[in-house]
């Protein structure tokens, strides 16, 4: 065990927790608000990073820019998938739910198959991916940096418009009871649609930062996804608030493990389902 | 009237056989879709060419392609309905150890004619793991197109002896094929008298890892080698090579071993002065890949830029070749002529010879390259007698 690689362990920890964060926030509001178990969520996130591969490719686009094209577009997909799907299984068992969200996900991953092919694609050209900026023996990437200062960004401004705003409190309302909610006028379709769209756009944006981590697959969403689960657990089911101290712990946990055990990085997903079971034993334990 | 009596005899002739099916398995979809998907490729090549030149005993070669998504379970139920529903006879495609070593006791079940270009683990050497080559390398019906992980170490070997380092750090995606090709390679590189100062797994991302490789790379920073090899699939290349330098960590070389390269990072700045070893590339000085090349351009309106679509191409020509001079689909006289035969590829003639424990070996350690991205493209550095361009020294 080299202690001496424990500061670097600890900051690349807090910086993956940026992006699980984000992929994880969206989930959480899913969950959270329409009460839905998405599986296809992974493939939001892979959409978005396969666009920002195109942008650039099609027109030069950095992918950072491609933000903006990118988190409408998948609003407006989220939003397409809940009226013309999601929406119909609503009081459906949740055994049908889950099918139907999973279908979705092998449809998308299908799609971009055919549309991309199966080789994972590189965005060549981005001179800022490998810069670290170095503070003492410790360096600190400017992709994982600026991927964590966005997913702050936007996880801050999700709690912000689910406090103060007139939508935010119409998701908490439905989420909390949806009979009521449409008693007292609110438009539980439309707050469901805003919703899912939003989830949708918030793995968009993950998938582009992807992007410019990785080299996109039709299954680049699949490992992401995994932790967004570890992590909507950890937070408890729907809550949206603990999403960012859950990363973190999830982050840290798989950072540390992976530095100073020998090949610990091959550890990393046997840490995150060890910190799963032990939540859910934790709580069974903790109401009986 | 000459030619109008040889192709009515032709066709009388043909009429005596029924068509030839080769069932293929490959992973189209799944993580491993971009190998899958360039030996469908280098098939669809192959296949339009043996076609235009007659087809197979008179008839046009059909194939019948199975997904095996890089998924053992997959695999078998493909395997078993072509063997049991489509009724083919000969085995193409094969991608992962994993797979191939679910895919042994149906091998021996069916025993059909298999070529199969995937599954370089050999177990020659690592007394904990029985491999491929150990399991059915002595079976006549199985054929191995793809050179074995001693034979990759080989070439590797040859390279870093000319090469001239002292000290390799060497991380390895966890599954069947990192574990084995890293552990085949700490023995023979300490046996060269180079100190190995690190071996550490990683989960590839083709295994649900997230590409966060920055907790390895600290260790090897820390281990300060002259090379860092890695072994790994292609979708670990650009995260592995980005982070490297975001990290500070300057080993003098770093060698990557993946099947593949992601399409497009060529270009990717953190990727220039990395190595790696490949069984194909367009600009390969011989005319075999040059007309490869051109005519697989001319089909697909991209470059060949992955060398399972090299293989492919030669493994299905291998069959259409043999099971020609032949004349017939008995598989002992098929056998006879893939062992005897001597068979085009992009990479020049090749035939099958024994290997260590294999009856029937195709590529070898001499098929390698060793290439390296300068300015954006990939030259040939190694062996010297192909090389397009010299090393570059890059710290």
Redesign the interface.
Known sequence: MDLTLLPQALVSGVLAAGLYALVAVGLALAIGVIGIVNFAHGEFFMVGAFLAYQLFVSFGFDPLLSILFVAPVLFLIGAALYASTIRFVLKAPELNQMLLTFGIGIVLQNLALMIWGGDPRSIGGVPYRAMGLQVGDVSVGLVPLGSFAISVLLVAGLYVVLARTPLGRAMRAVAQNRVGAGLVGLEVNRVYLVAFGLSALLAGIGGVMIAVIQSPTPTVGLAYTLKAFAIVVLAGLGNVRGIVSAAIVVALAESLVATLVPNGDSLRNAVFFALILGTLVYRSWRRT | MKRALAIALLSLVGLGFAQVRIGVLS????????????QLRGFQLALEEINAAGGVLGQPLELIVEDTRADPATAVAAFEKLMTEDGVEFIAGGYSSGVTLALIESFRTFQPIVSWIGGASSGIGNDDFDGIEELIGQEDWFFHVHPWDYQNVEATFGFLGDLGVSSVAVLHE?GAFGTPGAAGLEAGVEAMGIDVVLN????S?LA?????????L??VG?ANPDMLYWIGY??D???L????????VAPAYVFGAPP?W?????????MECVMGLIGYLPNLPNPEAVAFANAYRAMHGADPD?YMAALAYAQLWSYADAINAAGTTDQAAVIAQLEAGTFRSPMGEWRFKPSVQAKHQGFGSDMWLVFQFQD?RREIVWPADRATAPLAACR
Not at chain 2, 200 to 203: G, K, V
Not at chain 2, 241 to 248: I, P, R
Request: glycine fraction near 18%.
């Open positions: 992973p189209l979809t799944g993580a491993a879709a971009g190998t899958g998907q360039a966890d550490e797994a990683f989960t991302t649900g890892g997230t590409g966060d490789f920055r907790a390895a600290s260790k820390a292609d979708s290349a650009q995260p090579s980005s982070q490297l330098k975001e990290l500070g593949g992601p399409t497009g990072i060529d270009t990717a700045p953190e992955n954006g």
